[in-house]
């Protein structure tokens, strides 16, 4: 059964660069069925949707958040990769993975445990 | 972009009863509207996607309905496993974005 995995520091200091990883497991990255996504969510707040990327490497974001972001997809590691620059405090929140249930236009339908971020001094 | 606006944000019921949460999407969305049920510390978990099609190994109880802008999302007894909060998500263009979500307590 497929499973996604979040990685990366929990910890990052106000204006550096955020950077996760979500590995795919029991399944294929390289699936034409499938896109991939970030979201996160605030400590006692709502959820966010960050963005997607589908296997060849497209990508849409959240405009609020495209100036800061890259999202990658690296098929023969079976991961796809999240990375914001100048992070503040109000970038601290768990961070999800998830994989879109059909290609482009999508729900999620599987996620990752989440990892939390904390952007502090 | 569009936005969601789920009511209430917060809803005091007991088990067995029939409670419904709304979300309003800002401008036509057809039928491209998911809802999920996240319990603290875990990651979301699809329900209803579509606005009434049930996700696989979901209860018969939770359904959905809707299409446009106003959904809804109803369990039709509750159990004491289904107090979590709520959320609704358009998937009818980018940008995505989710409701502010429903916490169902109980009363």
């Known amino acids: 059964q497929l499973q996604l995995q979040e990685s990366g520091p929990g910890l990052v200091k106000p204006s550096e660069t955020l950077s996760l990883t979500c590995t795919v497991s029991?399944?294929?990255?390289?699936?034409?069925?499938?896109?991939w996504g970030w979201i996160r969510q605030p400590p006692g707040k709502g959820l966010e949707w960050i963005g997607s990327?589908?296997?060849?490497?497209?990508?849409y974001s959240e405009p609020s958040l495209k100036s800061r972001l890259t999202i990658s997809v690296d098929t023969s590691q079976k991961h796809f990769s999240l990375k914001m620059n100048s992070v503040t405090a109000a970038d601290t929140a768990v961070y999800y993975c998830?994989?879109?249930?059909?290609?482009?236009?999508?729900?999620?339908?599987?996620w990752g445990q989440g990892t939390l971020v904390t952007v502090s001094s | 972009d569009i936005q969601m606006t789920q009511s209430p944000s917060t809803l005091s019921a007991s088990v067995g009863d029939r409670v419904t949460i709304t979300c309003r999407a800002s401008?036509?969305?057809?039928?491209?509207l998911a809802w999920y049920q996240q319990k603290p510390g875990k990651a979301p978990k699809l329900l209803i996607y579509?606005?009434?099609s049930l996700e696989s190994g979901v209860p018969s109880r939770f359904s959905g309905s809707g299409s446009g802008t106003e959904f809804t999302l109803t369990i039709s007894s509750l159990q004491p496993d289904d107090f979590a909060s709520y959320y609704c998500?358009?998937?009818?263009?980018?940008?995505?974005?989710f409701g502010q979500g429903t916490k169902l307590e109980i009363k």
């Open positions: 401008q036509s969305i057809s039928s491209w």
């Open positions: 579509k606005a009434s």
């Open positions: 029991g399944g294929s990255i390289s699936s034409r069925n499938y896109y």
């Open positions: 998830a994989r879109g249930a059909s290609p482009f236009l999508s729900y999620f339908d599987l």
């Open positions: 998500q358009h998937y009818n263009s980018y940008p995505y974005s």
């Open positions: 990327i589908y296997y060849t490497g497209s990508t």
